[in-house]
């Protein structure tokens, strides 16, 4: 009987397809036997969803903070030109996302502010510009009701003269206690805490204020420039 030429040519490949086939489980079956590992082409998603800093000149800040054993997140991150372009970074954390500076300001709960330092900075320096920056954007009620704690501030960074490169400064009010706590490097109590619920808000117009530059508040906000 004639076979027709075009099923010999399918039988053919069929069984060259059969016979690959049968090698590529050989040489499975011979790397599993030996002990040899064989490649592993799964791609770890925890590894590629690990993103949890935000980058800002150089510096990573963590996406969560706890003060007061309350897990705050963070609100937004940039740089600030308190002294000079690119002197400082900073970021804001709170227990909820706020894009208004009035929500932020009104926020009951733990906050956090982060201030890092691009180049070395003047301690001296650092706190009139501070209470400079608090003096142009809070209201005259404002600072009445925190003299005592204006010069609290000022009296922060005078055990020394200067923060070197990349030194952390965080900005912590606490509501159990009523007040704002400023640490050096996460450990180092840089003064003792200021006390007052009104302080801290104030505090925070350094960056949220209304004669700030809107691309160091937009960052803090969250809001794309």
Do not use: C
């Amino acid at each position: 009987m004639h076979t027709p030429r075009s099923f010999r040519i399918a039988a053919a490949a069929g069984s060259a397809l059969i016979v690959s086939a049968g090698l590529v489980l050989a040489n499975v079956a011979f790397a599993q036997s030996a002990g040899n590992k064989l490649p592993d082409t799964r791609i770890d998603a925890g590894k590629i969803a690990n993103i949890d800093t935000v980058t800002v000149e150089g510096f990573d800040f963590p996406l969560n903070a706890q003060v007061g054993g309350q897990r705050l997140v963070l609100n937004g991150a940039g740089g600030s030109n308190i002294l000079s372009v690119k002197a400082t970074a900073v970021a804001l954390y709170l227990p909820n996302k706020a894009s208004t500076p009035e929500s932020v300001f009104a926020m009951p709960g733990a906050k956090r502010i982060t201030l890092v330092a691009l180049r070395e900075l003047s301690a001296r320096d650092l706190s009139s510009a501070l209470i400079d920056r608090i003096r142009q954007n809070a209201t005259q009620q404002e600072i009445e009701s925190n003299v005592m704690q204006l010069a609290g501030l000022g009296g922060v960074f005078g055990t020394r003269r200067s923060l070197p490169k990349g030194s952390v400064v965080t900005i912590d009010y606490n509501p159990a206690t009523k007040s704002t706590e400023f640490r050096l490097n996460g450990t180092e109590r840089l003064a003792e805490p200021i006390a007052g619920e009104s302080f801290f808000p104030m505090m925070m117009k350094v960056w949220l204020g209304p004669k700030i530059r809107p691309a160091t508040r937009n960052a803090l906000l969250g809001i794309s420039s």
